[in-house]
C-alpha cells in the first residue's frame, strides 16, 4: 500500500515537472520552433508519465488508440526529432533526417499493430531498430556538441543531458524498487 502511494506520488511529480518546465519553455522561447518542440516532448512525457493516464488506457480499452498516440508522439517521434536536431534545429548530419523518418514509420507501424516499441535494459528485451536510431542520435549529438555548436548551444546541451539523466535515475529508482516489492 505504502509504495502504491509513494509510486503514484512519484510519477505525479515528475508529471508536473514536466508540465511546469514545459510551460517554463514555452513562455520564455516560444519564438523558437526546437525549444516548442522540446516543450511539447515534455508535455508528452510528462502527461505519459501520470498513472491516471495509464489507469484510464486500462479501464477503458476504447481510448488505448489515446495512450498509444502519448507514446507514438512523444516518444517515437519527438524523442529522436530531437536527438536528432538539438540544439540548433539542424539535421547534422544531414543523413540523420532520412534516419528519423524511417523510424518514425517504423514506430507507427509497430505500436498500431499491437507490438511494443519499449526498449533497453530496465525494460525488457531491446528492439534492434530502436537501439540502432538512439545509438546514432546519440552519437550524432556528440558530433554536432564538438564540431558545430556555438558556447551557448553546448551550454544548452549540457542541461538537457542532465535533465535526461534524472529521468534516467527515477526510471532506475522506480523499477530497482518495484523489483524488490513484488
Known sequence: EFYAAYTTVAYAIFGLVCFGVAGLIFWRRSDNWIALCNALFLVMIGAN?????????????????????????GVAVMYPLLLSTFPDGRFTPSWMRWLFLAYVVYSVFHVFSGQD??????????????????????????????????????????????????RMTRATTSRNSSGSNG
Open 49 to 73: 508519465a501520470l498513472p491516471a493516464i495509464t489507469a484510464l488506457a486500462d479501464r477503458l480499452p476504447q481510448i488505448i488508440w489515446l495512450h498509444k498516440l502519448f507514446f507514438v508522439f
Open 117 to 166: 516499441l519499449r526498449s533497453g535494459m530496465l525494460s525488457g528485451a531491446p528492439v534492434p531498430f530502436t537501439q540502432l536510431v538512439f545509438l546514432v542520435g546519440g552519437c550524432a549529438q556528440i558530433y554536432r556538441y564538438r564540431r558545430t555548436t556555438s558556447p551557448v548551444q553546448r551550454q544548452q546541451t549540457k542541461w538537457a543531458l542532465f535533465g535526461k539523466f534524472l
